[in-house]
């Protein structure tokens, strides 16, 4: 089977990757169908590493933004350095932003301040935002519905009723990841499943969210091929379907020609 595999969202700038780093992205991703990938940045100097890496990579492509559980870190001109990394050609979202309450529970109110500044400059620049959501899915979803961004939901573990309030939100994609593997997975499937086709994508956010049956080991691209196995199985369709249609959204999300 030929694999058409666009990795939706992915961290190759991980120092977990140091090892083995070229032989992934240059030899073994390739030559396995991994045809696309997006890095997603948390911090600036992680956004930087990321834009080296799409610069050496054809069809590696990047993203700018401040995760929520740095946002304690950022220097004063943070506005500055991520429009200034938008602007590289390689760059086609902001993110990964969002709303973490699950270890920085204090700090809504700056997390929701920095989030909304990223949506707003996200909209400015016609840009997509990649959106990190953690144990805040009720704020997230609210400040969401004011923005109406372009964009996806990275890791996506929201309840039916929350994805059918979201799919309200026209241009707003639902990416899945190793999670959906996972035996106590329930949301997540029960998502997939009422999902439309043209708002599904596919990731590994390695290194991390490994699937089964590599649970708990470093992450990589490769393993993407037992997710999309466990989602082709909830949606009822073949494999090679599953991957063509997540690569063509991703694709038209991050205006990939």
């Known amino acids: 089977m030929k694999h058409m595999i666009f990795d939706s969202h992915a961290h190759y700038a991980d120092p977990q990757f140091d090892a083995d780093r070229e032989t992934l992205l240059g030899e073994i991703l390739p030559a396995l169908g991994i045809q696309f990938i997006m890095l997603a940045g948390i911090q600036i100097p992680d956004c930087y590493e990321s834009q080296?890496?799409?610069?050496?990579?054809?069809?590696?492509?990047?993203?700018?933004?401040?995760?929520?559980?740095?946002?304690?870190?950022?220097?004063?001109?943070?506005?500055?350095?991520?429009?200034?990394?938008?602007?590289?050609?390689?760059?086609?979202?902001?993110g990964e932003i969002g709303l973490d309450y699950h270890w920085h529970p204090g700090e809504k109110?700056?997390?929701?301040?920095?989030?909304?500044?990223?949506?707003?400059?996200?909209?400015?620049?016609?840009?997509?935002?990649?959106?990190?959501?953690?144990?805040?899915?009720?704020?997230?979803?609210?400040?969401?519905?004011?923005?109406?961004?372009?964009?996806?939901?990275?890791?996506?573990?929201?309840?039916?009723?929350?994805?059918?309030?979201?799919?309200?939100?026209?241009?707003?994609?639902?990416?899945?990841?190793?999670?959906?593997?996972?035996?106590?997975?329930?949301?997540?499937?029960?998502?997939?499943?009422?999902?439309?086709?043209?708002?599904?994508?596919?990731?590994?956010?390695?290194?991390?969210?490994?699937?089964?049956?590599?649970?708990?080991?470093r992450c990589d691209s490769r393993m993407i091929l037992q997710t999309a196995q466990r989602m082709a199985e909830i949606r009822g369709i073949s494999v090679q379907e599953l991957e063509e249609l997540t690569c063509a959204n991703a694709k038209k999300l991050f205006k990939i020609i």
């Open 52 to 94: 080296k890496l799409a610069e050496h990579y054809p069809d590696i492509y990047c993203s700018a933004g401040i995760h929520p559980e740095y946002i304690s870190d950022i220097p004063a001109n943070w506005e500055q350095q991520i429009r200034l990394l938008a602007g590289h050609e390689k760059c086609r979202a902001i």
């Open 109 to 217: 109110e700056r997390q929701k301040e920095i989030f909304r500044k990223q949506l707003e400059l996200a909209g400015e620049l016609d840009l997509p935002v990649i959106l990190h959501i953690r144990d805040a899915m009720r704020d997230a979803v609210e400040i969401l519905k004011t923005y109406r961004p372009r964009g996806v939901m990275h890791c996506y573990n929201g309840a039916p009723e929350i994805t059918r309030e979201l799919l309200h939100i026209p241009e707003l994609y639902f990416s899945f990841s190793g999670v959906i593997t996972y035996q106590n997975a329930r949301k997540p499937v029960e998502s997939l499943k009422i999902l439309p086709p043209d708002r599904i994508l596919i990731e590994t956010d390695c290194p991390y969210l490994a699937p089964e049956p590599f649970r708990r080991r």
